[in-house]
């Protein structure tokens, strides 16, 4: 698909979101409204109340909604939705399809879900994220990657990709990795985009399973290719399902 970008200077750092609508959401178990844009404005001016650049990818936001809450910060991009894959999974692709294009405008990139997720404070001036310049920063949560909901939820992966039984083997005590928000310098996110991709162009393009593989596939690439890079959990993302609302002293606020 192609891209229209004209409002970013080279080495923009950047916030990204995409918001699929009009399909059921088998994590929520509901189909979310196709021009609601309350779903997403607690990200949007938490995003631009930093003075940061975030591009919401669309493909049901009425041409009217965007223009009237686009802004010096906040840019919508329609998108068209391909049903080969859940929209958990095809957020990826609508990122690396952008970044072919337009990568050379990025010094910095998070990507992150859009409608339980906030951000706090700006983590690209942060001296962690500075100093740890060839990191994967992403999301966790409070339980290791061994538990039922992770072991039902990569059965296709687990039966497609050879290896997957013996990373999930030698992997399973580690903290579990969340998908919701996956950063780093713009090279290095592009990098890791492609790869996470062709995992589910050749791995996930047929799941029918009730389980999206998207955590799978996240987990899987990150321990087995990006282990020594990565960073979880504070400073990056508050305590997943938590809601600590008070809390000010991590970048983003994961439900």
């Not at 929520?28 to 975030?54: F, H, I």
């Not at 080969?84 to 990139?109: A, E, G, S, T």
């Not at 100093?131 to 039902?152: Q, V």
């Amino acid at each position: 698909m192609a891209f229209e970008i004209s409002s970013f200077r080279p080495n923009t750092d950047v916030i990204m979101a995409c918001h699929i609508t009009g399909v059921f959401d088998v994590n929520r178990t509901t189909t979310l409204d196709n021009d609601k844009y309350e779903l997403v404005r607690d990200w949007a001016e938490s995003v631009a109340n930093q003075g940061l650049q975030g591009i919401i990818f669309h493909n049901n936001f009425s041409l009217e909604t965007c223009e009237k809450f686009q802004n010096d910060y906040i840019s919508f991009i329609k998108i068209d939705y391909n049903n080969q894959f859940n929209p958990n999974v095809y957020r990826y692709f609508v990122y690396n399809d952008f970044l072919q294009q337009h990568v050379q405008f990025f010094k910095n990139i998070f990507v992150t879900d859009i409608t339980d997720v906030t951000l706090l404070s700006n983590p690209f001036i942060d001296s962690y994220f500075i100093e740890n310049s060839t990191s994967i920063f992403c999301g966790d949560e409070p339980k290791t990657l061994h538990n039922d909901w992770m072991m039902d939820h990569s059965t296709h992966l687990r039966n497609n990709i050879s290896d997957y039984a013996a990373y999930e083997r030698k992997f399973g005590s580690e903290t579990l990795l969340n998908c919701g928000i996956i950063g780093s310098k713009a090279p290095i996110f592009f990098d890791f985009i492609k790869k996470l991709c062709a995992i589910h162009a050749t791995a996930n393009s047929e799941n029918q399973t009730a389980f999206t593989g998207d955590m799978g596939a996240f987990n899987y690439l990150a321990r087995t290719q990006f282990n020594s890079h990565l960073i979880h959990g504070a400073p990056v993302n508050t305590v997943f399902k938590l809601y600590e609302n008070e809390r000010q002293d991590c970048w983003f606020r994961h439900k």
